[in-house]
């Protein structure tokens, strides 16, 4: 199975400040990657799919990048509301699709 | 508005049986494939097991094979998720999650999640 390796497991950041986050994959995976976004009791939210794509009524502070193995994302203005846990996962060909250990993002 | 309504969880001894469902609604559900992601407490995400619009294919995880099934009945809506021999680390939250298409696999919607706990 493909194994995905995200870093920072957590961070603490200012209001206003740019936030990344980067995942590796054990193996080439092209741009079959995905980030979510979960808050506390909720459910996770899908923000980006296909490593760089937004989805739709995401805002555009949200941003992927990256192919192969090395993936980033990217807050460019962090907001009080974009506190939750960041999670990737690679969706490769067949599953199983695996996910990243995740982020968890606090505000300094 | 797409909808996902989990149902089904609860406390059950080790070695126990529970099935779980899930109602859909707001999109043409034998269109899409399905599947089924689990969150332990104060754990991350782990990818259980999937299906396709058809129910002809299904996949699922190394720690739940031979003993969770994946199925849906496509008249009802429904997805459902049978498990069995469950164990103490099957405890978590599970969700039940919408694909992009009938043998895309990849979630772009989730549920809102039901609790099963494996305990005596």
Redesign the interface.
Known sequence: ?IQMTQSPSSLSASVGDRVTITCQASQDIGN?L?W?Q?KPG?????LI?DASSL?TGVPSRFSGSGSGTDFTFTISSLQPEDIATY?C?Q?DN?????????TKLAIK | EVQLVESGGGLVQPGGSLRLSCAASGFTFSTYAMSWVRQAPRMGLEWVSAISGSGVSTYSADSVKGRFTISRDNSKNTLYLHMDSLRAEDTAVYYCAKGWGSVSYSVNYWGQGTLVTVSS
Do not use: V
Request: aromatic share 30%; proline share 12%.
């Open positions: 199975d079959y995905n979510y979960q909720k459910a996770p939210k899908l799919y989805e999670y996962q969706y067949l599953p199983p699709y695996t996910f990243g250990q995740g």
